[in-house]
């Protein structure tokens, strides 16, 4: 990313004040909106509205812009309201975002937008702190061992497909559920074991561990009644995720909606995937202009 750029974070958590500080000892011009109550961002960093008249690019978190137009800010007193700023920053400003509700893109009055939440790469590499924090989780959550207990996971995307990975350099024993022919072909070149949703019932009751990485309803509130009573459930997709955890509640089962993990879990190194992606897209970006 050229070092004239001048940024706007709006919003985030841990992973946007390393990426502040990284920035910073790069000798870049970065302002932080929604971090007034973080130690660790210099006053002077704090953003202002006079701050827009030279912005050239506006970063809302990977969580992206709510349908009300906020977006999560964990360092401020409440989240961060962004669509008075998108519509004050100069036309020609990109606005980078996770995602964007379609009613808040109506805002953005022709100004470049890139949904972050789409890139291949950004993904993969994601996918590493998210599985190692959901793996962190799973530890806590149970009193029994990863090595040798039986894990599904459902869902074998990128995310899917690392996770599934660690879980059985741990040891475990890790069934994943696909959709489709080519993914359980996938399966079987990892040596996982594979099955379909339709025989999620049949396999769902041996599990000691069910980990979910699909953004859809998945497991309802029959399949949840027939888990172990020790098994924990860690939901890993977008809110709200596929899980009825209120079915879990009622049926004393553990299940967590785990978002954000690689802020939470390796909120360092998830500033370095940060760093290296939206540098290559600005660079993208500024060879098309």
């Not at 940024?7 to 920035?23: F, N, S, T």
């Not at 475990?172 to 696909?178: C, R």
């Not at 996982?192 to 979910?212: G, K, M, S, T, Y």
């Not at 309803?217 to 890993?236: C, Q, S």
């Amino acid at each position: 990313m050229p070092l004239h750029k001048n940024v706007v974070l709006l919003g985030g958590d841990r992973r946007e004040v390393e990426l502040y500080r990284r920035w910073r000892e790069q000798g870049m011009k970065v302002k932080m909106a929604g971090f007034e109550h973080c130690p660790e961002v210099a006053k002077a960093d704090i953003f202002t509205e006079s701050d827009l008249q030279d912005a050239a690019v506006l970063i809302a978190p990977l969580t992206g812009i709510k349908e009300n137009g906020t977006v999560s800010a964990i360092y401020a007193d409440e989240a961060l309201s962004v669509i008075p700023i998108i519509k004050r920053s100069p036309r020609q400003s990109i606005v980078l975002a996770g995602s964007v509700a379609p009613a808040v893109q109506a805002h953005l009055q022709g100004r470049e937008l890139i949904i972050t939440g789409d890139d291949a790469e950004l993904a993969l590499l994601n996918a590493v702190p998210t599985a190692e924090g959901a793996i962190q989780k799973a530890m806590e959550l149970s009193d029994l061992t990863l090595h040798g207990s039986c894990c599904l996971v459902i869902g074998l995307g990128r995310c899917g497909r690392v996770l599934a990975g660690k879980l059985q350099g741990l040891g475990a024993k890790v069934t994943a559920v696909v959709r489709c022919p080519e993914t359980a072909a996938l399966a079987e070149t990892m040596a996982l074991d594979a099955v379909f949703p339709a025989q999620l019932d049949r396999i769902v009751c041996r599990a000691e561990f069910v980990f979910n990485t699909v953004p859809a309803p998945v497991l309802h509130a029959a399949l949840i009644a027939r888990m172990l009573p020790e098994a924990v459930v860690l939901d890993l997709a977008a809110a709200p995720g596929g899980t009825d955890f209120q079915a879990a509640e009622n049926l004393g089962i553990k299940a967590v909606l785990l978002p954000g993990l690689p802020g939470k879990r390796a909120p360092r190194s998830a500033a370095r995937i940060l760093e290296r992606v939206y540098g290559r897209i600005l660079n993208e970006v500024g060879e098309k202009r």
